[in-house]
């Protein structure tokens, strides 16, 4: 028996939506919106309450298949993201 190799699981897509919100496309397809005010909000954090200014939070980017901003001053754990959630 063969066995096929893992995938390394990546966002290929993401947009943006009303509020904090961001639809997001992962490799093999699934796809999920995760609202990230709640995160926002608790936060006690300048550097990440900073985010909550929409135009901040918008500038988000994608790269080798992770969802950061700036130069990965804000970034989430893939797996929670492919869940649908933010911790």
């Not at 509020?19 to 999920?32: A, D, M, V």
């Not at 939070?57 to 130069?71: S, T």
Request: aromatic share 12%; proline share 7%.
């Amino acid at each position: 028996m063969t066995s096929s190799p893992t995938q390394i699981l990546e966002i290929i897509h993401a947009d943006s939506l009303p509020g904090y919100r961001l639809h997001l496309i992962f490799n093999g397809g699934k796809e999920r919106i995760v609202d990230f005010e709640p995160f926002l909000r608790k936060a006690r954090h300048p550097d990440i309450q900073k985010y909550l200014d929409p135009e901040k939070f918008n500038q988000y980017r994608l790269l080798h298949g992770d969802l950061i901003w700036n130069d990965f001053e804000l970034c989430f754990p893939i797996a929670e993201l492919y869940e649908g959630r933010v911790d």
